[in-house]
């Protein structure tokens, strides 16, 4: 079936160093997203990627979509310690709105 | 105001209970999902409904049954009820228009003791 790796499972930046998580999927996608879940808290959607190569931008976060629809990354550059909680991507395939989770970037920020 | 909520929030009961967890959303859409997440924070669905019709059931034990009386409500009925059904429960809803990023309820924590 459908499986989707993601690292780093965790990641421990200073405040102000950039952060990068990285998703691959063992099929080709329809569109990923990226969700934020702040810890005890809820999975909150950040943004959906759909075109081969795209790239999005959220302030100081940058999404990007591999060109074989494939692989992901969330860049976030100057952390904050409001950034951290779990990064989590998560991808469907075909018309689906099934999405298939990702086991998340744990992210923690020293101030 | 809450856009998916879900009840109790906090579940304790002993082994071999039955218990149930509520979900509503407001927002209209058509389909609703319920996703386990472990200790180890993954998340995995489990059940999906399309206007009160299911159209996932992944390999989940036949003591979780999810009943959908409308398109705004999926509610979670767990039988006999076991040490491994710990975890997090997320009831969460979407509708395919762009973008469909799903809204997640705030969760249920169920501790089986």
């Known amino acids: 079936g459908q499986q989707v790796m993601q690292i780093p499972q965790y990641q421990h930046v200073q405040e102000g160093e950039d952060f990068t998580t990285y998703c691959n999927s063992s099929t080709t996608l329809s569109n990923i997203q990226w969700y934020k879940q702040r810890p005890g808290g809820h999975p909150v959607f950040l943004i959906q990627l759909v075109k081969s190569g795209e790239v999005k931008k959220q302030k100081r976060l940058t999404f990007q979509f591999g060109e074989a629809k494939k692989n992901s990354s969330l860049h976030i550059t100057a952390t904050q310690t409001t950034d951290v909680g779990t990064y989590f991507c998560?991808?469907?395939?075909?018309?689906?709105?099934?999405?298939?989770f990702g086991k998340g970037t744990k992210l923690t920020v020293n101030p | 105001d809450t856009a998916v909520s879900q009840t109790p929030k906090y579940l304790v009961t002993q082994m071999g209970n039955d218990k149930s967890i509520k979900c509503e959303q407001n927002?209209?859409?058509?389909?609703m999902y319920w996703y386990k997440q472990d200790s180890k924070k993954f998340l995995k669905i489990m059940f999906s409904y399309n206007n009160k019709e299911l159209i996932i059931n992944e390999t989940v034990p036949n003591r979780f049954s999810p009943k959908s009386p409308d398109k705004a409500h999926l509610n979670l009925h767990i039988n006999s009820l076991e040490l491994g059904d710990s975890a997090v429960y997320f009831c969460?809803?979407?509708?395919?228009?762009?973008?469909?990023?799903?809204?997640f309820g705030s969760g249920t924590r169920l501790t089986v003791v």
């Open positions: 998560a991808g469907s395939q075909g018309g689906s709105e099934k999405l298939v």
């Open positions: 969460a809803s979407s509708q395919l228009r762009d973008p469909w990023g799903y809204t």
């Open positions: 927002l209209g859409h058509d389909t």
